[in-house]
């Protein structure tokens, strides 16, 4: 090989080696701030959206939510209790009462309420959300919604469905009822919701950058030993 040839092939090589170098750097610093909270795959799919169980945000306050999801959006690197919640919108009473709505087959407003016994409604929803709490007559869902009392300055409404196994009792869904935010409970979780055709989170993009690198690396290694 001539020296033109080889002082060339060096300059190349050595030039793929910073731009490498770069890329790793900057990709290392996407990783260092990327958000490895869980997913959440655990949801219900009603009317082109999908939400989340409620019972996943339980022992909350509304104020840490509140924290995460300001006025209802979750932005990058927004996470509670451990699942990473980007993407995800925290659900005003009406989007809640919309939902129960579904079951029900009504058109209650919010903040509202509707009241059946012996529903047929009442077993298609525990069917597919997790109960908050479980009490000796059935069970009750619960969570915060991002919509505050206007009458109060401490309180939230906590939208919630309880279903009663005894037949003689109701089956009720309510949007009314407010809580003091600043107080953690058990037996309230929270209302998220998303388009069903979300786009992968930056933690999901960021393995799938770390994947393609590792592939292209490998078919480099190959490639210089033939």
Known sequence: MRRADFNFT???GTTLKNIWS???AGLAIAVSQTSWAVPIT???VKDGREWAQVNLFTAISWGTINEQCPAGSCAPGSEINGYDLEGWTWASISAVQALFNQYT???TKAPGDYYEVNSTWGPAFVLDFDPTLIVGSGSVTAGWS???DPRSNVAAYTPFMRYSIDPRLTDSVDSSLPFNMSIPRQDI???FFRDASQVPSSATLTLFSLGMASLWMTRRKRGAKV
């Open 22 to 24: 770069k890329w790793i």
């Open 10 to 12: 060096q300059r190349r």
């Open 42 to 44: 655990d949801v219900v």
């Open 146 to 148: 991002s919509t505050r």
């Open 189 to 191: 979780g929270a209302w």
């Open 105 to 107: 087959g009504q058109s």
